[in-house]
């Protein structure tokens, strides 16, 4: 999104928050420095304050995408939540989403959600190709909620690796180190719910 884009985007939020009652937040407080700024022919500091306050939305946004990553299962721990998906990365890669997971026995799991990138049509050429898969040692094709997916693991290794294509514009991975099978990894597909995910990811 550039500076102009973000800018019209918090004055037409700044027009519909004008027309009702206004909560004392940073986003409300910033919309009305940005009004004052405009107002006052400071469109530099305008422009300032607009960009702050679609930041501070894009943050709330990007929060409630966390929710869609599992919280640790038993006997798992995770790191907070990362995510890109903003500004001109979002534009050249889409949205992305993920979350690291480890136990005591040094396991690890991650999961990344990618919504629409200009990767994806590849992606759902080899989802939708029997050959390409069978083109690949240790690949499999399975289905889980509805979705196609494609689970990868190199015979006698810890590594194991499960794709998804939620719908068209979404792409789900979940990769595994240190596993003794893939019993970890479909808990935590379990744990998702792939409807919610392809809504919010694409709205």
Same mark, same amino acid.
Not at 89 to 102: D, H, K, P, Q, V
Not at 123 to 149: D, E, I, L, N, V
């Given at each position: 999104?550039?500076?102009?884009?973000?800018? +019209?985007?918090?004055?037409?939020?700044? &027009?519909?928050?004008?027309?009702?009652?206004?909560?004392?937040?940073?986003?409300?407080?910033?919309?009305?420095? &940005?009004?004052?700024?405009?107002? &006052?022919?400071?469109? +530099?500091?305008?422009?300032?304050?607009?960009?702050?306050?679609?930041?501070? #939305?894009?943050?709330?946004?990007?929060?409630?995408?966390?929710?869609?990553? @599992?919280?640790?299962?038993?006997?798992?721990?995770?790191?907070? @939540?990362?995510?890109?998906?903003?500004?001109?990365?979002?534009?050249?890669?889409?949205?992305?989403?993920?979350?690291?997971?480890?136990?005591?026995?040094?396991?690890? #799991?991650?999961?990344?959600?990618?919504?629409?990138?200009?990767?994806?049509?590849?992606?759902? /050429?080899?989802?939708?190709?029997?050959?390409?898969?069978?083109?690949?040692?240790?690949?499999?094709?399975?289905?889980?909620?509805?979705? +196609?997916? #494609?689970?990868?693991?190199?015979?006698?290794?810890?590594?194991?690796?499960?794709?998804?294509?939620?719908?068209? +514009?979404?792409?789900?991975?979940?990769?595994?180190?240190?596993?003794?099978?893939?019993?970890?990894?479909?808990?935590?597909?379990?744990? /998702?719910?792939?409807?919610?995910?392809?809504? &919010?990811?694409?709205?």
């Amino acid at each position: 999104m550039t500076g102009f884009q973000r800018a +019209r985007t918090a004055l037409a939020l700044a &027009a519909l928050l004008g027309s009702g009652p206004l909560l004392a937040d940073e986003v409300h407080e910033q919309l009305d420095a &940005a009004r004052s700024s405009y107002d &006052a022919g400071d469109l +530099r500091g305008a422009v300032q304050a607009l960009q702050f306050a679609v930041t501070k #939305i894009q943050e709330q946004m990007t929060g409630k995408l966390w929710q869609l990553l @599992p919280e640790p299962l038993a006997g798992w721990q995770a790191d907070e @939540p990362q995510s890109q998906s903003a500004g001109l990365l979002s534009a050249i890669a889409g949205t992305n989403l993920s979350r690291r997971y480890y136990n005591d026995d040094g396991a690890e #799991i991650e999961i990344a959600i990618m919504a629409d990138s200009p990767m994806l049509g590849m992606m759902g /050429m080899m989802f939708s190709s029997p050959y390409m898969m069978q083109a690949t040692p240790g690949t499999t094709a399975f289905t889980h909620q509805g979705y +196609r997916g #494609i689970a990868e693991h190199a015979k006698g290794s810890g590594d194991w690796d499960m794709k998804l294509m939620v719908g068209t +514009r979404v792409y789900l991975n979940l990769t595994g180190s240190g596993l003794a099978d893939d019993k970890p990894l479909k808990a935590y597909l379990e744990a /998702m719910d792939l409807a919610a995910i392809e809504k &919010a990811m694409t709205e």
